[in-house]
């Protein structure tokens, strides 16, 4: 039973020290260029450092890593000295570190012969370990852990995993895939139900690099996602969890952002512009905004091109999109500190449509265009859409007002004009 608060930090897949390839290449000015590549080479060492401040500003009592702090088996010893003087740091704080490794970093890689500060247990491999964090000569809590021994482990580690009673909170540290998640490797596969027959409050998760809650309490099942995107296909904020314990046991979760270079996807419609400028400036306001709304950290941006106007055609013509790239990038890169790096145009447009024309013709675009005006009208199918919102009359009358009248035909206007879209953008890629 925890009779005293605490907290601690959870975080998982740092992959220290991974590399970033395809932007060797970046065209631009040499001082431009060279301060690019230094973050974006130094991007999962600075996530580190963001984590070690937040740990020490919010004055936890503990930090948990759940696997893949290395991004490679065969470690860098870079990626070490980095990590032992990182953990050093919190031990003059006072602050525990319990780390597991995972798939990316497991046993079998190579490892230097470093003194890890006192402050540090890195859990064994194939086998659960627990270890009590005290505080005052109490124990506060006790943290359950265990690392891969080989990177292809196929066994339920969860169900190695089981709490001491006489544990006040208990946390479970393990690099899992729960669930059969398609997005990742299915390593030490288990199931939300595994998690729940060990026992715990907490399991402290990692191998998923998205931010996920799979389950709020009675346990907290969590996964923090990684510390640092590493490409346009880790978009948006990565950082950790700060989890605060309160006497009783509730734990209140706080994400903390560490990324220190974030990659984003950036939506740009050419409907009503007429002009390659006046895209441009499109572009470069959509740019702004982006910065403005990251905080001013470092951003690789890809956009992308959508909608129906007369610039379809004439973004057709060969380099019009390198144009609008490069005059982007000079106008943002900077030369030092955080930049705004426009990484692609992607277009996904159309051209403009006559749509009576398309209406009457033998084509799925057609019948779509054909069924909105149906709807809109009246008739049967304006009576099949008011049966399928009518049961939502009676459970969300509360909570909203359904469209009426004038208001509904908007609404299918614009469902038409969506799907109109989507048919077209399919059509584009």
Request: include cysteine; proline fraction near 4%.
């Amino acid at each position: 039973m925890v009779d005293t608060g605490f907290s601690f930090i959870h975080a998982a897949d740092l992959h220290l020290d991974s590399p970033f390839r395809g932007y060797a290449g970046i065209d631009c000015e040499e001082e431009t260029r060279e301060n690019i590549l230094q973050q974006l080479r130094d991007c999962t060492f600075t996530a580190l450092d963001s984590l070690v401040r937040a740990c020490l500003q919010n004055r936890v009592d503990f930090l948990v890593l759940a696997g893949d702090v290395y991004d490679r088996a065969d470690r860098s010893l870079r990626a070490q000295l980095r990590l032992r003087d990182a953990f050093e740091r919190l031990a003059a704080a006072g602050i525990s570190v319990f780390v597991a490794h995972g798939n990316h970093d497991h046993h079998e890689g190579f490892q230097a012969a470093l003194a890890w500060p006192d402050n540090v247990h890195i859990f064994a491999p194939g086998r659960v370990e627990a270890r009590p964090v005290t505080r005052d000569g109490r124990e506060i809590a006790r943290v359950y852990g265990i690392s891969y021994p080989r990177r292809d482990v196929a066994q339920n580690y969860a169900a190695l995993f089981r709490r001491d009673l006489a544990a006040p909170y208990a946390v479970a540290v393990l690099h899992c895939n729960v669930g059969g998640n398609p997005e990742h490797a299915n390593y030490a596969p288990c199931s939300l139900a595994d998690l729940a027959a060990g026992g715990f409050d907490y399991w402290a998760l990692g191998h998923v690099h998205r931010r996920l809650t799979l389950k709020e309490h009675g346990p907290c099942v969590v996964y923090p996602g990684n510390l640092q995107g590493r490409g346009p296909h880790e978009t948006g904020a990565r950082g950790c969890y700060l989890v605060r314990v309160k006497p009783g046991g509730l734990a209140e979760l706080s994400f903390l952002a560490t990324d220190a270079v974030r990659w984003v996807k950036q939506r740009v419609s050419i409907q009503g512009l007429g002009t390659e400028q006046e895209l441009l400036e499109s572009l470069d306001a959509a740019l702004t905004e982006l910065s403005r709304a990251h905080g001013r950290r470092s951003l690789v941006a890809r956009l992308e091109l959508a909608g129906r106007g007369p610039l379809h055609r004439r973004l057709q013509q060969p380099g019009a999109l390198d144009g609008l790239l490069e005059e982007l990038r000079r106008r943002f890169a900077g030369t030092g500190g955080a930049f705004v790096w426009p990484e692609s145009i992607r277009p996904y447009t159309a051209p403009e449509v006559d749509k009576e024309l398309l209406r009457g013709s033998q084509t799925l675009l057609g019948d779509l265009l054909e069924i909105a005006r149906e709807a809109r009208c009246g008739g049967r199918l304006r009576e099949q859409l008011a049966e399928a919102l009518a049961p939502l009359q009676g459970r969300a009358a509360r909570f909203i007002e359904l469209p009426q009248g004038t208001a509904l035909d908007e609404l299918i206007e614009a469902a038409g004009e969506m799907a109109l879209d989507l048919l077209w953008e399919d059509d584009a890629r």
